[in-house]
């Protein structure tokens, strides 16, 4: 079977869904690779070392399309790879199947079998291919770099001859990959670090990470993780006790890293312009849920808003695309995993829909869009 690469067109896109390394391990698995010319250049993959793993190199996404039988992307394709796809050839990406109902359509219209990588169960199976988690990871480490950057102070306490430099206190909103992730580096950089979820579960791991938890623990709180893992929408009596005690606390704060996500609703609001306006001149905040709504009042993606108390709240979206190396690196052999479950024991192309995890991501087939929890709306 013939996977094709291609150079990812989403605005700002830096990553790119196979490397050399996974190139090789695919051919090596029984697959033909082919990678559009370029497709690797953001995240520092030339084209000789994807030639030297064993690709065909195309000249075009077209050229690169033809003929395959499984696009792997960073994204749902561009009209143009897609137009050149095969009927019936399979896409595997992260296509925003909640957000992304026309880019859905339009794979739907070509007939492709087309799976959301976001749908992947989080499962200790599937863990090697979660690219939610991979790729969180990293947005949660670049979220306290560029705050770092942001902010005219530093991180850690210093201790001079012209005085003593207070140590930054950071805090992060929504603790699951992500805001672990920001959690540690954070430390690493020397900050005191609170945090606070509304998943129990989470209070163990803050503190195993030299962190202070915060939060409102009432039976809500108590339930209010998913079997799945996930969080609830919480109540609004709940969001109310939470919004008192995070105005207490978020006025002393120099930092905020908000990561909190419920998956297919629209982000919480977890603080408020209000709030924004009691922080002290110079705090950053850095909304990671800002493309899907945004947890902090006035983020807009793309932008750093500065508010006339002198805090700024950056928008940035994509963080994993600040870090493409490694951010492809990752993402390319969640791929390189997944592409396990498209072949049988001889090697031949058969994905076998019976498995949980083929089944969960499927999110297009056959014309139509057929997952459970995409149909309707
Ligand atoms: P996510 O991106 O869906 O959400 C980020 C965090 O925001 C979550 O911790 C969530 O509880 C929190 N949140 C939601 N609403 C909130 C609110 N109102 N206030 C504060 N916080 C709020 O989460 P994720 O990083 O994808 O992790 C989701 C779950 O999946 C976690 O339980 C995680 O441990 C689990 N997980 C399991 C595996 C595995 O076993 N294979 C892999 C990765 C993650």
């Known amino acids: 079977a ?47 070392d994807y030639a030297a793993a064993g690709a065909r190199l195309a000249g075009s996404a077209a050229d690169a399309v033809k003929g395959a039988d499984i696009l792997f992307g960073i994204r749902t394709p561009s009209a143009e790879a897609l137009s050149a796809l095969k009927k019936g050839a399979i896409v595997a990406a992260s296509l925003n199947p909640h957000q992304d109902r026309a880019g859905l359509e339009a794979l739907a219209a070509r007939g492709v079998d087309a799976y959301a990588l976001e749908f992947i169960p989080r499962i200790t199976r599937a863990q090697v291919m979660d690219v939610l988690s991979s790729q969180a990871n990293l947005a949660g480490y670049r979220a306290v770099i560029e705050a770092s950057t942001a902010y005219g102070r530093a991180l850690p306490m210093m201790m001079t001859a012209a005085g003593t430099i207070a140590a930054a206190k950071v805090f992060v909103m929504g603790v699951g990959v992500a ?19 509304v998943r129990p579960a989470t209070k ?30 919480m109540s609004a009596e709940y969001q109310a006790k939470q919004a008192e ?11 905020v890293i908000t990561t909190a996500l419920i ?12 709030q924004v306006a009691a922080m002290k001149p110079g705090s950053v905040l850095v909304d990671l849920a800002v493309e899907q709504g945004g947890n902090v009042e006035g983020a807009r993606a793309g932008e750093t808003v500065e508010t006339a108390n002198g805090a700024k709240i950056l928008g940035i979206p994509n963080l994993p695309g600040r870090v493409a190396a490694d951010a492809s690196a990752l993402f390319a052999r969640n791929l390189l995993a997944f592409s396990g479950l498209l072949l049988d024991k001889d090697g031949a192309l058969a994905p076998d829909l019976e498995d949980e995890i083929l089944k969960a991501a499927l999110v297009v087939s056959g014309g139509k869009i057929v997952h459970p929890a995409l149909a309707g709306s």
């Open 2 to 48: 013939v996977i094709a690469v291609i150079r990812e067109t989403h605005p700002g896109e830096t990553r790119v869904a196979a490397t050399p390394e996974t190139v090789r391990k695919l051919i090596a698995a029984g697959f033909e690779v082919a990678v559009q010319s370029g497709a690797g250049l953001s995240a520092s993959c030339p084209d000789a």
């Open 179 to 197: 805001g672990l992730q920001a959690i540690a580096t954070a430390r690493r950089l020397g900050a005191v670090v609170t945090a606070t979820d």
């Open 204 to 233: 163990e791991q803050v503190e195993s990470l030299g962190a202070k938890f915060i939060a409102v623990e009432d039976d809500e709180f108590r339930n209010a993780q998913t079997a799945g893992g996930y969080a609830k929408e």
């Open 245 to 255: 005690l995070v105005t207490g606390h978020i006025g002393k704060q120099d930092i």
């Open 263 to 274: 998956p297919g609703r629209p982000a919480p609001r977890l603080v408020t312009a209000a």
